[in-house]
């Protein structure tokens, strides 16, 4: 079983940047497909960014393209997500979430994973 905890959101001003982290319990972090998805008000869920256990990296949503960086290191059991150039409309509650044995090409569809944080508020002013 894994445990995530996401922190590093926040209120910023258009144009700024934030880092989440996702930190993982338990010894098989390495083994396992990552993600980042949001939510916002009245919203689905959706897909931002994921990384496999090989650190191959699907395609990033045109939303955040150019924009957000997803990495991990699996000697500290933790998922980043460096965005930058904050839009108003990246508003919304970001979640990790691992899985196993995803084909890197399915990482953007959320039922493919398991284990889910709590998430974290990220708030964007014009």
């Known amino acids: 079983q894994v445990q995530l905890v996401e922190s590093g959101g926040g209120l910023v001003q258009a144009g700024a940047s934030l880092r989440l982290s996702c930190a993982a319990s338990?010894?098989?972090?390495?083994?396992?497909?990552m993600g980042w998805f949001r939510q916002a008000p009245g919203k689905e869920r959706e897909f931002v960014a994921a990384?496999?256990?090989?650190?191959?990296?699907?395609n990033y949503p045109d939303s955040v393209k150019g924009r957000f960086t997803i990495s991990r290191d699996n000697d500290k059991n933790t998922l980043y997500l460096q965005m930058n150039g904050l839009k108003p409309e990246d508003t919304a509650v970001y979640y990790c979430?691992?899985?196993?044995?995803?084909?890197?090409?399915?990482?953007?569809?959320?039922?493919?994973?398991?284990?889910w944080g709590q998430g974290t508020q990220v708030t964007v002013s014009s």
């Open positions: 990384i496999n256990w090989d650190s191959s990296i699907p």
């Open positions: 338990g010894r098989t972090f390495s083994s396992y497909a």
């Open positions: 979430a691992a899985g196993l044995h995803i084909a890197t090409m399915n990482l953007r569809f959320r039922t493919l994973y398991r284990y």
